[in-house]
């Protein structure tokens, strides 16, 4: 029985004892004990709640409940009678059915005082004196009018805390409540509504659980203007953190990876050079056999090789004893038909039969060795050169070209024959033979379809490349059918590249596209007196310089390849019979690409036409076709390859951006995606002006990371200091740069300052060795002078190694003494060897070079040094030279005017376009030197005085009369400059002129330039 069941007031009552101790004592009866509980039982009932009962069998149970229950709630009331401000409602019994309740509220209201009292303590006292009825109601209107407040701005528990502060409600009230009054005033509801719809916006961030986001949101912290950036800003670094975790690379060690990568590179190396040491080992240990038996099938093998006399052929001793000769040479090289040949059909089996340079074997001689097999492999370039057998020519559409005798034609071959018949195929697209990439890129793009990986150059190489050389020549379509001209200026061009220091190691190669060509060019170079060429021709060599026509000349390959195409325009009609032999024919391209993939470091054309005398209008061959578009390579220069690439899609990456912004912020030039192919240099740096990039960047990006193999993503890059001749080389690693991006940049610096000294060096060296050969030469001309004029015996011989006379000698190399012929004079190009200048002051000289005597000296000291270096030298250079001596890079007029006033004013020349400072040992009526720029910024082409552009005319026209236009890039490229700008044509044209009036050029009716009488 609860207080449900019965009166609250019940429990009070003093009968429930009696009753108690009465239903005791009727429980201990032994007779009319239920009747005895029933009437004890009835004096309870009254008492009972409606609907409630009790049973006399409870009875004792019930009671003694209820009377402990009587002494719980009054020891309750007691209870919470002593809690201070604690106020229970009148009459209040703990028995009472919602006494629970009553509680509850009395507490609340016990809590609110207490903060009433504590933080308001004047409306505490509003409630102490009470309440009438409309001050409730005026309570109630404030209540419900803040709760709709809320409602429209959409406030929550953390906005509504946050409004109040510490302060509280009322204080928070009091600051804010008349200025949100006068602005609804004044702008009404509106905007009420777009904070609250910003809120309920907001909200969503805080259901997504970006709660910080929200509150710097709403806080002001974040500009909203910013919202969008800052929230992908948070998702991206917290991605990378994610992203770093679960890479494991969250504690990247770049340097230690860097080192892995490089003992992976030794390993592999190391097992590359021990394969061939170790592959034989294991094949003797595996033998079957005692190679020292006497008796037995071994024995009589080594009998039969030892025989002087009546021996078995090879194909009797393989077919008699396969087991041992495949035991002792079980990798057999030989040709298809030899195969056939030495090998019996029945004698063994091979595991494997290889089929190399596949484009050139027919299908018939192929069938034998493949029968021999149990699995075939078959390798070729099907862009390469077919089997071929002799045809007669057949112009079709060239009806103006003439005869020229037999010509290939193309048969199927077993690597054609492959492809068409579906054989499951391997792509191998590593290219790795040149040295330069442009050598490659053109048969990339026009044959390989951009598939071919190269490895990208630094550039600005002279010596390496595509080059044109046009030549004034006429091909004979007589009984010759030569083009003299241009088989000279080949073999001129060996004689250059022999006697050049930087060029004498490069192996050289000569193609033509006809028998005649190559024998003519293989004469004169039979027939030269010259030592390097007869040594460079003998078959001891290790490259010995090969000449072969277009036919013959697939598998071979040389550092250099001089092209000589000899044919030109016919004289009389002006136009070029576009018969180029095999090249004209249907599969002709291939042979091109096999002519201008021979080289390795070099492609040197030479060409009696212009490219757009091939007339795309007169011709649907396409190997002529290409032609036309790779001399337009060749003579436009490295500019046109940007056209290469053009078809290879670039993927934005923007971490390479970001890294090469920042290079850049550095103080270097940078760009990005160096390379024609697929395989790029991610971001190539160099100093300002320098004229070839000096570091290869190479990330970790997309790029990298689609490469399919270990040695693709790290050791390739490897290569670019090996093979392509990158002076410095920096691997680049995401969570480095993310952890420490000023690191990653001082390393690239570093590589910087690294690859300028060793450049600064390697041009130290190379003048060292120009010096040196200088002097040898000087040596050898006054040995063999001596040797001529004997003088008379009591006449004193002088030594002529003094070193006055070596002196004399070179001051002769550099140009002849008045007193000489010019005619005597040999005139041979020389390297351009630019001054370096080295500090002999600081800027505080140069503010006092007007009046001190010492500063005077020093600065004239300077100007003889780059007199004697670089003279004839232009005035302005003169100037800028010798004040980088002393640390001024940055000049004015002024500056360079207190210097030149220095200069002696007898080593001047005065020309319209420039005034030039010419060194005591040269005369610059009798000099016939000119010096080859390697690079086009060691020197401006307006800095080259007109007499050196003069006698580089006159080179240009030993060999044969030539048309103004053919005169002037002959003379450009004899100088080291590529491009025939509008202001180097001026001043060549001004050199034409100079060199008309002094006599030494002169100009025929027709228009072409020869030598002048006084040459």
């Known amino acids: 029985m609860s207080s449900s069941r019965s009166g609250p007031r019940f429990f009070s009552s003093l009968e429930l004892d009696s009753w108690r101790d009465e239903a005791h004592q009727a429980g201990k009866r032994l007779l009319n004990k239920r009747k005895a509980l029933e009437k004890v039982a009835d004096k309870l009932r009254p008492q009972l709640a409606p609907a409630a009962s009790v049973l006399a069998e409870n009875l004792q149970w019930t009671l003694d409940r209820l009377v402990a229950a009587r002494g719980h709630a009054s020891a309750l009331y007691q209870q919470l009678g002593a809690i201070g401000g604690l106020r229970l409602p009148a009459g209040w019994l703990p028995t009472a059915p919602d006494a629970e309740r009553q509680l509850h509220q009395a507490c609340e209201a016990t809590e609110i005082s207490r903060v009433l009292l504590r933080e308001h303590p004047a409306m505490w006292a509003l409630f102490e004196a009470g309440f009438g009825p409309a001050d409730l109601e005026l309570l109630e209107r404030l209540r419900s009018g803040w709760q709709a407040w809320r409602g429209a701005l959409h406030c929550g528990p953390a906005e509504f805390a946050f409004w109040a502060g510490e302060s509280g409600w009322h204080e928070a009230w009091q600051r804010d409540g008349s200025s949100w009054l006068a602005a609804l005033k004044t702008d009404g509801l509106l905007p009420v509504q777009r904070w609250g719809a910003a809120l309920a916006h907001a909200d969503v961030l805080a259901e997504a659980g970006l709660t910080e986001f929200r509150t710097q949101l709403l806080r002001g912290v974040i500009d909203p203007d910013e919202a969008e950036e800052a929230y992908r800003r948070g998702v991206a670094t917290t991605a990378l953190a994610e992203r770093l975790r679960a890479g494991e690379v969250e504690y990247f060690d770049a340097q230690l990876h860097d080192t892995h990568i490089d003992q992976f590179e030794t390993v592999a190396a190391r097992l590359r050079a021990a394969l061939p040491e170790h592959l034989p080992s294991v094949l003797v240990r595996r033998r079957p056999f005692n190679p020292h038996e006497r008796r037995g099938r071994v024995a009589d093998f080594t009998a039969e090789l030892r025989r002087k006399r009546g021996g078995r052929s090879f194909r009797e001793l393989f077919q008699s004893y396969p087991d041992i000769v495949l035991a002792l040479t079980p990798c057999v090289l030989v040709s298809p038909a030899s195969a056939g040949h030495f090998l019996a059909p029945d004698a063994a089996r091979f595991d494997l039969v290889v089929f190399d340079e596949a484009s050139q074997i027919r299908v018939a001689e192929a069938i034998g060795a493949m029968g021999r097999g149990t699995s075939v492999v078959v390798v070729g370039d099907s862009k390469q050169m077919p089997p071929t057998t002799v045809m007669q020519a057949s112009h079709g559409e060239e009806e103006d070209a003439p005869d020229s005798g037999p010509v290939p034609e193309d048969l199927d071959s077993i690597l054609s024959e492959a492809v068409e018949s579906g054989l499951p195929q391997r792509w191998l697209s590593w290219h790795y033979r040149s040295r330069d990439e442009s050598l490659i890129a053109f048969s990339n793009r026009y044959y390989y379809d951009n598939k071919l990986s190269s490895l990208p150059s630094p550039g600005a190489d002279p010596d390496a490349g595509v080059r044109w050389r046009r030549v004034d020549g006429q091909f004979d379509r007589g009984e010759s059918r030569t083009n003299a001209v241009e088989a000279r200026e080949v073999v001129a061009e060996i004689v250059r590249r022999l006697r050049e220091p930087a060029t004498r190691a490069d192996s050289i190669g000569v193609v033509t596209f006809n028998v005649q060509q190559r024998d003519l060019i293989l004469d004169l170079l039979e027939d030269s007196t010259d030592p390097l060429v007869r040594e460079r021709m003998s078959e001891d060599e290790t490259e010995p310089i090969f000449v072969k026509n277009l036919e013959n000349v697939q598998g071979d390959e040389r550092d250099v390849i001089l092209f000589s195409l000899a044919f030109s325009t016919n004289p009389e009609t002006g136009k070029l019979p576009l018969n180029f032999g095999p090249l004209s024919q249907t599969g002709g391209e291939r042979r091109l690409n096999v002519a201008i993939t021979r080289a390795r470091r070099q492609v040197v054309l030479f060409s009696s036409f212009d490219p757009g005398d091939i007339d795309l209008a007169r011709t649907t061959a396409i190997g002529t076709r290409h032609l036309r578009a790779y001399c337009e390579l060749a003579a436009s220069g490295v500019d046109r390859l940007g056209d290469l690439s053009s078809t290879r899609r670039q993927r934005r990456d923007r971490i ?99 690859a300028v000294g060793a450049q600064a060096r390697a041009a130290a060296e190379a003048r060292t060795a120009a010096e040196a050969q200088l002097a040898a030469a000087a040596r050898a001309a006054l040995e063999a002078a001596a040797a001529e004029e004997q003088p008379e015996p009591s006449t004193p011989v002088a030594d002529p190694f003094s070193g006055e006379q070596v002196r004399a000698i070179v001051s002769e190399r550099r140009g002849p003494t008045p007193t000489q012929s010019p005619a005597e004079v040999a005139v041979e190009p020389m390297s351009f060897q630019p001054y370096e200048p080295t500090l002999v002051g600081d800027t505080t000289d140069l503010d006092v070079v007007r009046s001190s005597a010492r500063v005077q000296a020093a600065v004239r000291a300077v100007l003889r040094e780059v007199i004697a270096t670089e003279g004839p030298v232009e005035q302005h250079r003169l100037a800028r030279l010798t004040l980088k001596c002393f640390d001024l890079h940055k000049t004015n007029a002024d500056r360079r005017a207190s210097v030149l006033a220095l200069v002696d004013p007898g080593t001047l020349r005065v020309h319209p376009i420039g005034t030039f400072a010419w060194p005591s040992t040269l005369d610059p009526e009798a000099w016939r030197g000119f010096r080859r720029a390697r690079n086009s910024s060691d020197r401006d082409f307006d800095e080259i005085a007109p007499e050196e552009i003069v006698n580089a005319v006159c080179h240009a026209l030993a060999s044969a009369r030539r048309a103004e236009q053919d005169l002037l890039r002959a003379t450009l490229e004899r100088l080291g400059y590529r491009r025939l700008t509008e202001k180097i044509e001026s001043r060549l044209r001004y050199g034409l002129e100079f060199g008309q009036e002094r006599g030494r050029i002169a100009r025929d009716p027709d228009g072409r330039y020869r030598l002048g009488p006084t040459t």
Not at 677 to 705: E, H, K, N, Y
Not at 728 to 745: C, Q, S
Request: net charge neutral.
């Open 656 to 754: 390479r951006e970001e890294v090469a912004a920042a290079i850049r912020t550095r103080g270097h030039e940078v760009i990005t995606g160096h390379g024609l192919s697929d395989f790029t240099v991610d971001i190539a740096v160099r100093v300002p002006g320098a004229p070839r990039w000096q570091v290869a960047v190479i990330l970790d990006g997309p790029q990298w990371s689609a490469r399919p193999t270990v040695a693709d993503r790290d050791s390739a890059p490897a290569y670019l200091r090996g093979i392509m001749g990158w002076p410095e080389l920096v691997r680049f690693w995401l969570p480095a740069w993310v952890r420490d991006r000023a690191a990653i940049l001082d390393r690239v610096d570093a590589a910087v300052e690294r």
